[in-house]
């Protein structure tokens, strides 16, 4: 089955840490646009971030930004997103997708041609 799978979330205090990948099983990642989105409960999915693969531009939110680092690891069909410094705010399921889009319309549409099944991401005051 071709499929995105998303995985590493748990529950932490607040400054605590986490990484999170989405391991593509019968799609590659190659030249694909990968992002990060989460919902929390009661409010709208938002974008996280965001790696083109083919060249390498990255895409970070506001509210993450210098918190999270995104990556791809094309042996092991994996991207990652590490999250430090975690907020109480963070708290959401978090999902990856993955298109044939420029990196701007897969953050501004959220039109993946695949999406995982998200992760919870709990964050304690």
């Known amino acids: 089955d071709v499929q995105l799978q998303a995985s590493g979330g748990g529950s932490v205090p607040a400054g605590g840490s986490l990484r999170l990948s989405c391991v593509g099983s019968?799609?590659?990642?190659?030249?694909?646009?990968i992002a990060w989105f989460r919902q929390a409960p009661g409010r709208a999915r938002e974008d996280v971030s965001a790696i083109d693969e083919s060249d390498g531009r990255i895409y970070y939110a506001d509210s993450v930004k210098g918190r999270a680092t995104i990556s791809v690891d094309n042996i092991e069909n994996t991207v990652y997103l590490q999250m430090t410094d975690l907020k109480p705010e963070d708290t959401a399921v978090y999902y990856c997708?993955?298109?044939?889009?420029?990196?701007?319309?897969?953050?501004?549409?959220?039109?993946?041609?695949?999406w995982g099944r998200g992760t919870l991401v709990t964050v304690s005051s």
């Open positions: 997708a993955a298109a044939r889009l420029e990196l701007p319309a897969l953050v501004a549409t959220h039109s993946g041609d695949l």
């Open positions: 019968g799609y590659s990642f190659r030249d694909k646009t």
